[in-house]
Protein backbone atom coordinates (compact mmCIF):
# COMPACT_ATOMS: atom_id res chain seq x y z
CA UNK A 1 0.00 0.00 0.00
CA UNK A 2 1.08 3.71 -0.78
CA UNK A 3 1.70 6.37 1.64
CA UNK A 4 -1.52 8.66 1.81
CA UNK A 5 -1.11 12.07 0.99
CA UNK A 6 -1.71 14.89 4.15
CA UNK A 7 -5.23 15.72 1.78
CA UNK A 8 -6.47 12.22 1.49
CA UNK A 9 -6.17 11.38 5.10
CA UNK A 10 -7.96 15.43 5.52
CA UNK A 11 -10.89 13.77 3.36
CA UNK A 12 -11.09 10.74 5.20
CA UNK A 13 -11.20 12.70 8.33
CA UNK A 14 -13.94 15.07 7.24
CA UNK A 15 -16.30 12.19 6.18
CA UNK A 16 -15.48 10.57 9.37
CA UNK A 17 -16.88 13.36 11.06
CA UNK A 18 -19.90 13.85 8.60
CA UNK A 19 -21.15 10.34 8.28
CA UNK A 20 -19.64 8.32 12.07
CA UNK A 21 -22.07 9.33 14.80
CA UNK A 22 -19.31 9.06 17.32
CA UNK A 23 -21.10 8.78 20.94
CA UNK A 24 -18.34 10.72 22.77
CA UNK A 25 -17.76 14.68 21.87
CA UNK A 26 -13.97 14.55 22.57
CA UNK A 27 -13.68 11.78 19.50
CA UNK A 28 -14.61 15.07 17.07
CA UNK A 29 -12.65 17.08 19.12
CA UNK A 30 -10.04 15.62 18.34
CA UNK A 31 -10.23 15.07 15.00
CA UNK A 32 -10.83 18.88 14.55
CA UNK A 33 -7.72 18.75 15.84
CA UNK A 34 -6.17 16.86 13.21
CA UNK A 35 -7.44 18.22 10.73
CA UNK A 36 -6.21 21.85 11.51
CA UNK A 37 -2.69 20.58 11.94
CA UNK A 38 -1.46 18.92 9.01
CA UNK A 39 1.81 19.00 10.02
CA UNK A 40 0.58 16.11 12.65
CA UNK A 41 -1.17 14.16 9.70
CA UNK A 42 2.27 13.56 8.45
CA UNK A 43 3.03 11.53 11.30
CA UNK A 44 -0.15 9.65 11.42
CA UNK A 45 -0.92 6.09 9.73
CA UNK A 46 -4.04 4.70 9.57
CA UNK A 47 -3.88 1.04 10.24
CA UNK A 48 -5.99 -2.21 11.49
CA UNK A 49 -4.71 -3.18 14.91
CA UNK A 50 -3.62 -0.14 15.81
CA UNK A 51 -3.25 -1.29 19.21
CA UNK A 52 -0.26 -3.69 17.92
CA UNK A 53 1.67 -1.38 17.62
CA UNK A 54 3.66 0.68 19.87
CA UNK A 55 2.21 4.10 19.83
CA UNK A 56 -1.62 3.23 18.54
CA UNK A 57 -4.81 5.11 19.54
CA UNK A 58 -8.02 3.19 18.51
CA UNK A 59 -10.86 5.10 18.09
CA UNK A 60 -14.42 3.29 18.00
CA UNK A 61 -18.06 4.64 16.44
CA UNK A 62 -19.51 3.56 19.43
CA UNK A 63 -17.44 5.47 21.88
CA UNK A 64 -14.94 4.36 23.02
CA UNK A 65 -11.27 5.15 22.35
CA UNK A 66 -7.73 4.88 23.93
CA UNK A 67 -3.82 5.44 23.23
CA UNK A 68 -1.56 3.03 23.71
CA UNK A 69 1.91 3.98 24.24
CA UNK A 70 4.09 0.34 24.59
CA UNK A 71 2.42 -1.50 27.52
CA UNK A 72 0.46 1.97 29.29
CA UNK A 73 -3.25 2.42 27.80
CA UNK A 74 -4.41 6.40 28.40
CA UNK A 75 -8.23 6.96 28.05
CA UNK A 76 -8.43 10.38 29.60
CA UNK A 77 -9.35 12.89 26.29
CA UNK A 78 -7.02 15.52 27.46
CA UNK A 79 -4.09 13.12 28.47
CA UNK A 80 -4.26 11.63 24.48
CA UNK A 81 -4.44 15.58 23.30
CA UNK A 82 -1.55 16.33 24.87
CA UNK A 83 0.19 13.12 24.05
CA UNK A 84 -0.25 14.15 20.24
CA UNK A 85 0.54 17.36 20.58
CA UNK A 86 3.75 17.44 22.48
CA UNK A 87 4.68 14.20 20.35
CA UNK A 88 3.74 15.86 17.16
CA UNK A 89 6.92 14.93 15.09
CA UNK A 90 6.10 10.98 16.35
CA UNK A 91 4.60 8.04 14.56
CA UNK A 92 1.30 7.52 15.66
CA UNK A 93 -0.98 4.63 14.18
CA UNK A 94 -4.55 5.29 14.08
CA UNK A 95 -7.59 2.71 13.78
CA UNK A 96 -11.23 4.35 13.80
CA UNK A 97 -13.37 1.46 13.52
CA UNK A 98 -17.33 1.37 11.92
CA UNK A 99 -19.21 -0.73 10.25
CA UNK A 100 -18.51 -1.87 6.91
CA UNK A 101 -14.94 -0.15 6.25
CA UNK A 102 -13.55 -2.13 3.72
CA UNK A 103 -16.58 -0.53 1.44
CA UNK A 104 -15.35 3.16 2.13
CA UNK A 105 -13.18 4.21 -0.83
CA UNK A 106 -12.35 6.92 2.07
CA UNK A 107 -10.78 4.73 4.24
CA UNK A 108 -9.09 2.31 1.98
CA UNK A 109 -7.65 5.73 0.72
CA UNK A 110 -5.68 6.05 3.84
CA UNK A 111 -5.43 2.76 5.28
CA UNK A 112 -1.42 1.44 5.29
CA UNK A 113 -0.17 -1.74 6.39
CA UNK A 114 0.20 -2.15 10.04
CA UNK A 115 4.64 -2.80 10.53
CA UNK A 116 3.78 -4.80 13.81
CA UNK A 117 1.26 -6.68 13.24
CA UNK A 118 0.58 -8.94 9.99
CA UNK A 119 -3.17 -9.79 9.12
CA UNK A 120 -2.46 -13.11 8.08
CA UNK A 121 -1.60 -14.03 11.43
CA UNK A 122 -5.36 -14.14 12.38
CA UNK A 123 -5.82 -16.85 10.00
CA UNK A 124 -6.43 -19.95 11.30
CA UNK A 125 -4.51 -23.32 10.11
CA UNK A 126 -7.55 -25.18 8.71
CA UNK A 127 -7.84 -22.15 6.50
CA UNK A 128 -5.15 -21.89 5.55
CA UNK A 129 -4.83 -25.70 4.69
CA UNK A 130 -7.97 -24.93 2.71
CA UNK A 131 -6.38 -22.01 0.52
CA UNK A 132 -3.14 -24.23 -0.51
CA UNK A 133 -5.41 -26.56 -1.43
CA UNK A 134 -7.36 -24.48 -3.65
CA UNK A 135 -4.15 -22.77 -5.10
CA UNK A 136 -2.44 -26.13 -5.72
CA UNK A 137 -5.89 -27.64 -7.24
CA UNK A 138 -5.90 -24.17 -9.34
CA UNK A 139 -1.90 -24.83 -9.95
CA UNK A 140 -2.38 -28.16 -11.23
CA UNK A 141 -5.19 -27.60 -13.43
CA UNK A 142 -3.43 -24.95 -15.36
CA UNK A 143 -0.58 -27.61 -15.76
CA UNK A 144 -2.68 -30.22 -17.13
CA UNK A 145 -4.71 -27.81 -19.69
CA UNK A 146 -0.91 -26.81 -20.74
CA UNK A 147 0.39 -30.47 -21.30
CA UNK A 148 -2.67 -30.90 -22.93
CA UNK A 149 -2.29 -28.20 -24.93
CA UNK A 150 1.05 -29.29 -25.79
CA UNK A 151 0.11 -32.58 -26.16
CA UNK A 152 -2.59 -31.69 -29.31
CA UNK A 153 0.74 -29.78 -30.75
CA UNK A 154 3.06 -33.27 -30.25
CA UNK A 155 0.03 -35.18 -32.46
CA UNK A 156 -0.92 -32.71 -35.30
CA UNK A 157 2.73 -32.46 -35.62
CA UNK A 158 3.45 -35.87 -35.74
CA UNK A 159 5.89 -36.20 -32.84
CA UNK A 160 5.84 -39.27 -31.24
CA UNK A 161 8.69 -38.48 -29.31
CA UNK A 162 7.63 -35.10 -27.42
CA UNK A 163 3.64 -36.71 -27.49
CA UNK A 164 5.43 -39.81 -25.05
CA UNK A 165 6.86 -37.64 -23.30
CA UNK A 166 4.19 -35.14 -22.59
CA UNK A 167 1.67 -38.36 -21.72
CA UNK A 168 3.94 -39.62 -19.56
CA UNK A 169 4.24 -36.25 -17.16
CA UNK A 170 0.28 -35.73 -18.01
CA UNK A 171 0.15 -39.31 -15.93
CA UNK A 172 2.58 -38.21 -12.94
CA UNK A 173 0.50 -35.13 -12.70
CA UNK A 174 -2.87 -37.49 -12.42
CA UNK A 175 -1.24 -39.22 -9.78
CA UNK A 176 -1.82 -35.65 -7.50
Known amino acids: MN???????QHFIR??????????????????FLLKNPEILTSIHFVERADQTPRGLVI????DYFLQIDEQMIEDAEQ?????????????FM?????????NHFYLGVLEDNPFFSWNE???????????????????????????????QALEEGNQTQFQLLAQQLKNLDRF
Request: with cysteine.
Open 3 to 9: TPLITEK
Open 15 to 32: WCLKNLAFKRPEIAWLLH
Open 60 to 63: DENG
Open 80 to 92: IFHEIRFHAGSKL
Open 95 to 103: EIKFPNAWE
Open 122 to 152: EIDSETQMAVEKTLTQISLAEEKARLLQAID
